[in-house]
């Protein structure tokens, strides 16, 4: 667990610094639906992902990258 958020603290400083998100989701995403498509997970309708998910993308600003979190699914 704290390997993992660690792991994807990193990931996110990498994108914060400027790294191009597609590359970098090929690069450690661990999704093998999205991964080699640059994290791109296409249109989906509010709350598709959990209500947790939901939570994190509506408290942001468009350009912004959320701070880590958890679901039951794993980090995000």
Do not use: C
Not at 41 to 64: H, N, T, Y
């Amino acid at each position: 667990e704290d390997q993992a958020l660690e792991r994807i603290g990193k990931i996110r400083d990498l994108l914060v610094q400027g790294a191009d998100f597609a590359d970098t989701a090929k690069k450690f995403s661990e999704d093998d639906a999205t991964s080699n498509l640059g994290g791109d997970m296409g249109w989906s309708p509010d709350g598709a992902f959990g209500p947790r998910v939901a939570q994190v993308i509506g408290s942001l600003k468009q350009g912004e990258i959320s701070e880590p979190f958890r679901t039951e699914l794993g980090w995000h």
